[in-house]
């Protein structure tokens, strides 16, 4: 498969970014100051013993910029990893909005991309079972747009007052700074089962979703509905979607695990790799429209972000294309400082009042001042907007433009009146008008009340494979709960979602599904409030199934960057690898040699191969597939080193496709592939074609119930 090189579609933001790009190469070391260093390998001292001196101008600079190196990590999203690319747009959609990147087809937009865990510290692990973010910062001709969004379509509140109760009960206990990146604690249970309007939320991460195979294989969400405003300033409600090219997929709860240890930047790398070698990863953008008198027209609120529209009541309808094609040049500088605001939009884009997205409007700009330090954070490169800025606003820490002039104010005679203010005909953005006739109030809406229905739904539209991971996901995270009262309230919770679940976890947990509890169900609720007013109802089936939420209806058509490990020993047959390895790299897969040692291993017609990782470095869930080619002198030094009969029995488990040929089929004899010859993704001196078919599949499901029983 052919390697893209990068185009200089997103040209416009990185020119931008070259302008404070800094060369090491061929330079002499200098001070900030400018100041030729000749030595910076020892202080100034009083004597070649003696202490070291007040003076010493060139210390205190190295010492104390090092002093100040790190900043605040973000509250929430601390671990991240980010790319560059580009949108385009592939129609015009000028009937729903006048913005220039949903109307000029001509136009590449720059992006960059910043995917996250949630609970996790900067330096926490990849493979989290956890929502990940998915904030995209469209440069647009405009002004600069963020579409700050996840990989789920839900979010576990529904207004912004309560999101420093979910992010305390989630993140590490206070007490004791445990549990790291995970959800898996009683804090997080106690908070989620008296607050049951997180439980759409809580079972999308149960589920397969928040253990990504890869951040290039996750769908993004806007989560809230928005607005799109057109030329007439007619409006529309809008939900965005990104739908990976290479579809949904994930790994397993084992696997994420044993992936924690063996790499945990195995999501990070695998972003770097594919870029690096140029296998440009690509969303579709989609948008699910709904006119402005159907808004009521649903068995839920569109301004609820705890509910999606189920594609199967709205489609989604495809509108352009986002691909990745940069690596960034230097993480702090790019990844770590940039900031997103969902506040940031451009005409022909508003807001709706989802009392979470009016929230998520304050808190991001008030987060940057104290994480960037400054309100001119958005001077930042990366943060600069493509287009010029100009207004009065001055000062401040940080401050890098030179504003000219005497006036820095409105209305100014002085500067001829400038900058003045735009007209509408010249892009001027005014707010959408909605009528507004309402009561102060500080309560919730009734019409938000439905807290069971959706998680049902998901739960029902999930393929079997699925609904057993969901199941032993909770049977984990609530098994790593100490208090038996918290695990039996989320038990009867779970049994409003659905009773057969919660009758499996129970079982998995040596407990009973309670009939009744004391406590009303739902008390994230006023201390005056009418409680049985806020109680959730029993849940309603308004559609029985939503074939979007399953990965198992995802897309199963590529190959492309999936990794195949070689297991091979010197005498290993160079034509039977030779074969595979040029049908996979075809589809764009990437071959790696695994081999008892590192440097290269000699095949059995004396060529030198080289050695990508020696056994004793790597893991077999770090792989996709495994291919074990024949050569008799191979295959016995595969079989004196235990690790490679545990490789295949992980890859096994873990439904992988693994194929042999000749001796190496003898090999797999030895293992438990032995008690799976039937299996679709187990290939056995059989042609590549059904090797790469199988790994198409991703994973064959199929083979779950009896893999589980497989011992590593
Ligand atoms: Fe965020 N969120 N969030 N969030 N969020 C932040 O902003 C916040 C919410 C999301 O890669 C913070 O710059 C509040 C929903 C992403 O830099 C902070 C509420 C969604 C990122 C913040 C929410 C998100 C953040 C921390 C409830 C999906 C990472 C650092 C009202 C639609 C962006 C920062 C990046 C980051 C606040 C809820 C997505 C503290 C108050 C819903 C992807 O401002």
Known sequence: MAKKTPDNSNSKKIEDLKRFEVETKD????????????????????????????????????????????????????RGSGAHGYFELYESIEQYSKAGIFTDTARKTPVFVRFSTVAGSKGSTDLARDVRGFAVKFYTDEGTWDLVGNNMPIFFIQDAMKFPDLVHAVKPEPNKEIPQAASAHDTFYDFISHTTETLHNQIWVMSDRAIPRSLRMMEGFGIHTFRLINEAGESHFVKFHWKPKLGVHSVTWDEAVK??????????????????????????????????????????????????????????????????????????????????LPGHIVPGIDFTNDPLLQGRLFSYRDTQLSRLGSPNFHQIPINRPIMPTHNNQRDGQMQMDIP???????????????????????????????RIDARKIRTRSESFSDHFSQPALFYRSL?????????????????????????????????????????????????????????????????DADVAKFQPPKKKVYLEKD?????????FDSIETRQVAVLVGDGFKMSELNTMKAALEKEGAMIKVVAPHGGTVKSDSGEEQKVDAAIATTESVLYDAIYVPGGKNSIKALKENAKYTKFINEALKHCKAIAADGEGVEFLETTHVSEFKEDAAICLNSEPQKFINA??????????????????
């Open 259 to 340: 992936i924690s240890g063996a790499d945990s930047d195995f999501h990070r790398r695998d972003l770097w790799d594919a870029i690096d070698s140029g296998h440009f990863p690509e969303w579709e953008l989609g948008v699910q429209i709904v006119a402005q008198e159907d808004e009521h027209k649903f068995d839920f609120d569109l301004l609820d972000p705890t509910k999606l529209i189920p594609e199967e009541m709205v489609p989604v309808q495809i509108i352009g294309k986002m691909t990745l094609n940069k690596n960034p040049e230097n993480f702090f500088a790019e990844t770590e400082q940039v900031a997103f």
């Open 27 to 78: 330079t002499v070391m200098t001070t900030n100051q400018g100041l030729k260093v000749n030595d910076t390998n020892n202080s100034l001292k009083s004597g070649e013993r003696g202490s070291t001196l007040l003076e010493d101008f060139l210390l205190r600079e190295k010492i104390t910029h090092f002093d100040h190196e790190r900043i605040p990590e973000r509250i929430v999203h601390a």
């Open 463 to 527: 393929a079997d494979y699925e609904k057993q991971h969901v199941t032993d996901a909770y049977i984990f995270e609530l098994g790593k709960c100490t208090y038996q009262h918290i695990q039996e309230r989320m038990l009867y919770v779970v049994a409003q979602i659905d009773e057969d679940l919660a009758q499996k976890v129970a079982k998995g947990l040596g407990l009973k599904v309670p009939k009744s509890i004391d406590e009303p169900l739902n008390q994230a609720i006023g201390a």
């Open 547 to 555: 074939p979007a939420l399953s990965q198992s209806n995802t897309k």
């Open 695 to 712: 790994m198409k599949q991703h994973r064959n499901w199929k083979r779950m119930p009896q893999a589980e029983k497989i011992p590593v």
């Open 404 to 434: 000219k002039g005497q006036t820095a104010y409105f209305p100014n005679s002085l500067s001829g009146g400038c900058p003045h203010m735009a007209k509408m005909a010249e892009g001027g953005f005014t707010s959408y008008e909605e």
